[in-house]
T-cell receptor, first 115, second 114 residues
Framework: DARVTQTPRHKVTEMGQEVTMRCQPI?????VFWYRQTMMQGLELLAY????????DSGMPKDRFSAEMPDATLATLKIQPSEPRDSAVYFC?????????????FGPGTRLTVL | AQSVTQPDIHITVSEGASLELRCNYS??????LFWYVQSPGQGLQLLLK??????LVQGIKGFEAEFKRSQSSFNLRKPSVHWSDAAEYFC????????????FGAGTTVTVRA
């Protein structure tokens, strides 16, 4: 059963610390998305990649957030320095990318709490 | 501006009763339309999608949705809900272009009472 995996599932950190979240997309999927979910803002797209190249990161605060795909099996989202307003659930999703709008498969999320 | 509206924040329904969740969108042209479900502590799962053709779309878990162009709506329905349908439901839209970005509604939380 192919799934998107995310680590860690939960992270509690103090303001100012670096946070790294990891995502393993489904094998063979070439499009990867990062979303953030909060009660106030709902589900927001932060960035997405196709074939490891960033296509759009306009939803991401540039000064402290960065997203990369070091290889086809790993996507990372880093926050440095973290702030309490970054507390949210961060989801990774992958898509086969064979045509427009297949199905985005979501991971279970990383629940981040910044104190 | 593009927007997706789910007018109902929370719906409570009895087990075995029918369910309808509303979704309205504002878009320059008819977008691609989706419904996702999120169970507590889980990621989102696609229930169904509409690209073209028959305006009544069948999905998983016994759900269906009807696209109505004149009303800019894509409402989700289920004839008889089960306790396991308690979850949050999101409507999403995306442009008909080489752009993979989806815009999500705020979600509707469904509570199922015995």
């Amino acid at each position: 059963d192919a799934r998107v995996t995310q680590t860690p599932r939960h992270k509690v950190t103090e303001m100012g610390q670096e946070v790294t979240m990891r995502c393993q997309p489904i094998l063979g999927h070439n499009t990867v998305f990062w979303y953030r979910q909060t009660m106030m803002q709902g589900l927001e797209l932060l960035a997405y990649f196709r074939n490891r190249a960033p296509l759009d990161d306009s939803g991401m605060p540039k000064d402290r957030f960065s997203a990369e795909m070091p290889d086809a099996t790993l996507a990372t989202l880093k926050i440095q320095p973290s702030e309490p307003r970054d507390s949210a659930v961060y989801f990774c999703a992958s898509d086969p990318g064979r045509s427009f709008y297949n199905e985005q498969f979501f991971g279970p999320g990383t629940r981040l709490t910044v104190l | 501006a593009q927007s997706v509206t789910q007018p109902d924040i929370h719906i409570t329904v009895s087990e075995g009763a029918s369910l309808e969740l509303r979704c309205n969108y504002s878009y320059g042209a008819t977008p691609y339309l989706f419904w996702y479900v999120q169970s507590p502590g889980q990621g989102l799962q696609l229930l169904l999608k509409y690209f073209s053709g028959d305006t009544l779309v069948q999905g998983i878990k016994g759900f269906e949705a009807e696209f109505k162009r004149s009303q800019s709506s894509f409402n989700l329905r289920k004839p008889s809900v089960h306790w396991s349908d308690a979850a949050e439901y999101f409507c999403a839209v995306g442009p008909r272009s080489n752009d993979y970005k989806l815009s999500f509604g705020a979600g509707t939380t469904v509570t199922v009472r015995a």
